[in-house]
């Protein structure tokens, strides 16, 4: 059983996890860290969940890492973090991954919503990466998924000042897809997870991988991946479903094959 | 905590908090900022507060910053005035205007600098008929703070609001509730009492629901009309789910008097 994790299905297909570390908004120590990741290998193999919303409190989708914890490491013991591994079984999670953020997503906070493939925001949500206050840096992603979703000049900004911003400013600058009533956000972002749950699976994960190849591969290399994908859902049943019920007006139903 | 430069109690739902510096006609100085700021705390937490009453003591409601604390001295360093809107004034005005719960003003008398533009981010604003407004900043070289220049332009339209800031003249009271700066004139003797009477009516009130019609109409200002159908969409999702709605529609139904719990 989790201890920092509630985990539910309240959608058909759909897993909700929810970090609760509420004495400490949810900072990220290593077996919270861990438990997620689990969760996510348990959420892979599942041929029944077909996508995860990611979600903290009102307070905080999570404000940090646990400083306490980083601080217990010396250079050796952070080269042997086992948070890395962790962090990697979450970066290869295949299904699709949707972030509610109400409150605070600062430093590795900020990093693990941005390992999500579509982020929800709160109308009083906040994003940082606040590390270099610490005479540290961001180590799990922070100082390029972030550039990558909102440019270089806010970026470095964030990630040189440690000034956090709000949730429209990260709606502008395309950090986060939707900003909601706050006490909104998880059904909104469980609605979006309802309707990709009834999407075809096949299609939907060769679509996100398609779709994170753009970020680190050039253009050619990138289209070449989606017409290989593409070309290979032309032998899933799914799609003769999909497009035959188009053709007979109906709803498809899918079957992951 | 005690409070020196400010009055503050609770009461059947309504939490009264009254400016008291009456010899400086209650301008802020920063004990007072932190007195206010520590009361509105305790608005914020207490779930038996379903109403604010904001008001001032003696002649005055308030005279804005007090200037005695301002005082440039001749070849001393520029100062930072951004520093005390960021810290003090700006907080303040925030908070007044996202408290989840009905804020009413009772202006008592002169309302002078920022004192003229707090009253305008509560929601229901009273004014003793002797009561006026002046947008003083002008006469001392700095623009009007405290969310005046986005909020008046909003209430009297733009000719009006930058009438009143370029020249600094006094508003009565009567002209502002003609201006629609204010919601209504009371006189003198009567306006604690109107003002309390409000209050009390209030906090008896679907507070929820009322915290979510504030909710609304803030946002509205600076949202399309699309944004805005979709806040009323959600919003009314909310409002949908309270216990006050249930109360509300089976009071209707049974033709009872409906018995309100904020929630």
């Known amino acids: ?257 | 905590m005690n409070f020196e430069h400010i009055l503050f109690s609770i009461e059947d739902g309504v939490a009264l908090l009254s400016l008291n510096r009456p010899e400086q006609l209650n301008s802020f100085n920063t004990q007072m900022h932190g007195e206010v700021r520590e009361a509105l705390k305790q608005v914020r937490q207490n779930p038996d507060v379903r109403v604010l009453l904001l008001t001032g003591e003696g002649r005055g409601f308030c005279a804005g910053q007090d200037l005695s604390d301002r005082n440039v001295a001749p070849g001393a360093a520029m100062p930072d005035l951004g520093e005390s809107i960021e810290k003090f004034y700006n907080p303040l005005i925030r908070t007044l205007r996202d408290l989840p719960l009905p804020v009413i003003c009772a202006v008592n008398g002169v309302a002078a600098g920022a004192g003229a533009n707090i009253p305008l981010a509560c929601d229901l604003v009273l004014a003793a008929r002797s009561a006026s407004f002046i947008q003083a900043f002008c006469k001392i070289g700095l623009i009007p703070d405290s969310g005046g220049t986005w909020t008046l332009p909003r209430l009297v339209g733009m000719a009006r609001a930058k009438a009143l800031m370029l020249l600094g003249d006094r508003l009565s009271a009567e002209q502002a509730e003609q201006w629609g700066l204010i919601y209504r004139v009371v006189d003198d003797a009567a306006l604690r009492d109107e003002a309390l009477k409000l209050a009390r009516h209030l906090a008896t009130q679907p507070t929820y629901g009322l915290a979510l019609i504030k909710r609304s109409l803030n946002a509205s200002l600076g949202n399309s009309f699309d944004e805005q159908l979709e806040v009323e969409r959600d919003l009314q999702r909310l409002a949908g789910r309270s216990e006050d709605y249930r109360e509300g529609v089976g009071a209707f139904m049974e033709k009872r008097t409906p018995a309100f719990k904020g929630r």
Do not use: Y
């Not at chain 1, 201890?3 to 970090?19: A, D, E, K, N, W």
């Not at chain 1, 892979?44 to 989708?61: C, N």
């Open chain 1, 1 to 257: 059983m989790p201890r920092t994790l509630v985990v539910s299905t309240p959608l058909p297909g759909v897993r909700l996890i929810t970090l609760q570390r509420p004495e400490a908004l949810n900072a990220l120590n290593t077996e919270l860290l861990g438990e997620l990741a689990a969760e996510l290998e348990i959420a892979e193999q599942d041929v029944e969940t077909r996508a995860v919303v990611l979600t903290g409190s009102r307070k905080a989708f999570a404000a940090g890492a646990d400083i306490r914890e980083m601080a217990e490491r010396d250079l050796v013991g952070i080269l042997n973090d086992p948070r890395v591994a962790h962090w990697q079984r979450i970066a290869v999670f295949s299904k699709p991954l949707i972030a509610a953020v109400n409150g605070f997503a600062l430093g590795g906070g900020c990093e693990l919503a941005m390992h999500a493939d579509i982020l929800i925001a709160g109308e009083d949500a906040r994003f940082g990466q606040p590390e270099i206050n610490l005479g540290i840096m961001p180590g799990a992603g922070g100082t390029q998924r972030l550039l990558r979703a909102v440019g270089k000049s806010l970026a470095m900004q964030m990630v040189l000042t440690g000034e956090a911003i709000d949730a429209r400013h990260a709606q502008r600058a395309g950090l986060v897809s939707e900003v909601t009533q706050p006490e909104l956000t998880v059904e909104r972002a469980l609605q979006i997870a309802r309707s990709i749950a009834q999407k075809a699976p096949l299609a939907v994960r060769l679509a996100k991988e398609a779709l994170l190849k753009a970020l680190d591969t050039d253009l050619a290399s990138g289209l070449r991946f989606e017409r290989h994908a593409f070309t290979l859902l032309a032998g899933t049943a799914d799609r003769e479903e999909g497009i035959r019920a188009f053709q007979e007006k109906r709803r498809a139903e899918f079957h992951g094959c």
